[in-house]
């Protein structure tokens, strides 16, 4: 299994560009989201998916968009990057089902670095 | 928002030597986690310890809870260059999610 793979590694925007960064997983697991992680902070929940079609905001959902068409992918789109969007994004899926199952254990990708001038 | 807050920020010890880290919380919680976040890396998962759990086990590290202090601690013992990294715990704050700390970032001097 590859387990989550995130595309792009690091991005480049400049204020008011659009972009997606894509999520997959291939272990059909249920549960997706998106963190953003700043720098010497934790990680803040962005969106998150408990299956196909259902999304729900988590912490700071504003400037960003997601949806659920498959179980494997979850891209996260910025609709007009803004500089305080700069950071590292994270795209987890956890082993859980149902309802509790965003507190079972994360599987994180690698991350992507995004930048916005 | 219920979160689990790390205590210290920052720690640097002798390799060899034990590394205990903090947790506390703010309301009940059903588990609670810790993850490890190499420089660069995504985080990876290190022990989930449930409500009902005072202490669990996986090689090298010993985690315990208290859920009348609304707190746990994550303990390295005998520390390795490799241990060198963040460590985060996070609680489930609802059914559908969960909440990260702001991490200890643990250095082993050799």
């Known amino acids: 299994n590859a387990g989550v793979t995130q595309t792009p590694k690091f991005q480049v925007l400049k204020t008011g560009q659009s972009m997606t960064l894509q999520c997959a997983q291939d272990m059909n697991h249920e549960y997706m989201s998106w963190y953003r992680q700043d720098p010497g902070m934790g990680l803040r929940l962005i969106h998150y998916?408990?299956?196909?079609?259902?999304?729900d905001q988590g912490e700071v959902p504003n400037g960003y968009n997601v949806s659920r068409s498959t179980t494997e992918d979850f891209p996260l789109r910025l609709l007009s990057a803004a500089p305080s969007q700069t950071s590292v994004y994270f795209c987890?899926?956890?082993?859980?089902?149902?309802?509790?199952?965003?507190?079972?254990?994360?599987?994180f990708g690698p991350g992507t670095r995004l930048t916005v001038l | 928002s219920q979160q689990g807050e790390e205590d210290p920020q920052a720690l640097s010890i002798q390799e060899g030597e034990n590394a205990t880290m903090n947790c506390s919380y703010k309301?009940?919680?059903?588990?609670l986690q810790w993850y490890r976040q190499n420089s660069g890396r995504g985080l990876v998962h290190l022990i989930l310890?449930?409500?009902?759990?005072r202490e669990k086990h996986s090689g090298r590290l010993r985690v315990t809870l208290d859920t009348s202090k609304k707190s746990s601690s994550l303990l390295i013992t005998a520390s390795r260059a490799a241990d060198t990294a963040s460590y985060f715990c996070a609680t489930d704050s609802s059914a559908s999610k969960i909440i990260f700390g702001s991490g200890t970032r643990l250095s082993i001097r050799p």
């Open positions: 309301t009940s919680i059903n588990n």
């Open positions: 998916s408990v299956g196909a079609g259902i999304t």
């Open positions: 310890i449930r409500s009902n759990e």
């Open positions: 987890a899926s956890s082993t859980g089902t149902g309802f509790s199952s965003g507190t079972d254990t994360q599987y």
